[in-house]
């Protein structure tokens, strides 16, 4: 896929996705970069993703707090709020209904003769 | 191996957008844990310190501008003010009314009479005809010129500072400090002739806002800084008007115009204020 319609598509679904990841356990910076590109969304760079967290930040949805690690430098854990968990699930839903239509009209699209 | 220049200039940068020490302190080190994590080099990773930090400023700023004062007394009131040098009119008749906490941008086409108008408003220069009101104390930056030869940066500062009551020591601190926040630590010694264009102008800035004045007519006094500088030039801006005080600029650079609060263009045939 083209690097620049894979952007636009993951703009506007990054936050989720991270939100979801979060809904799993809290993480830091880097590991959800690497769970991202396990999860087959590709590379994303630190430049795309922690702006994204200082805004779930910002709006309430993550709280963040700095931990040492066993080895290397401290780093800053982020989790879901309350409110977090209320947004992923709804979040989730509208995504699916939304992610449903365009396949529905895809589908068409492709089968009608 | 981590870039520490980098990171260094992301710190800079984030100051420049108003993050406090410790905000800028954190998002630096996250930055820093992330290139060791993944070993990757910091332009890569995170493009440009300036880039990085817009978006980092983007993502902690609120969609909604945080609610200003609302603007207070008249300051400046030019009303109907013309000026003709032989035949040629440079300014038909203008009026321009700038609050306490407001910024007014003049803009227009080379030659079409914004110095004149900042200089008649500063009076500097007489108008044909019309009124200039000043409320308060006044700081004038001009475009050029403006500083004394063979005087040090710190004697500028110790006269512009006497006409508004400070005494000498004061004068030198607060001028000092002043130039620091523009990237500029005066050296002992140095005339002002020797100093290059773009010190210069600091140093005309400087002198323009020592003491707090109410009103503050800066014509284009960012010439010759570099990109840093003109940032920090605009934020001092943004800051006065917090303040209270009431700023005229003139310029040709509009990318701050959305962020003014009124401009007055002065090119034939286009004139109006627009909010």
Redesign the interface.
Known sequence: MDQERRGQWLRGVLDVCVLALLARRESYGYELAQALDRAGLGQIQGGTLYPVLLRLQRTGLVAAHWREGEAGPARKYYRLTPSGEEAVRRLSTEWRAFAGRVDALLMEEVTSP | MIDERWLQALGQELARHRLTPEMAR??V??????????G?PAL????TPQ??AA??A???A?RHHPARRPPGRVRLRASQITKRYGRRTVLRPTDLTVRAGEVAAIVGANGCGKSTFLRICAGLLSPDSGEVVVDGVLGYCPQDGGTYDFLLPEEHFVLVGAGRGLDRARSRRLGRADAATLQWEPAGGVQARHLSGGTRQKLNLVMAALGDPDVLLLDEPYQGFDRGTYIDFWQHVWRWRDEGRAIVVVTHLLNQLDQVDQVLDLTPGSREVAA
């Open positions: 954190h998002v080190a996250e930055a820093a844990a992330h290139l060791r994590d993944s990757q890569r990773a995170f493009g880039r990085y978006a980092v983007e993502s902690l609120s």
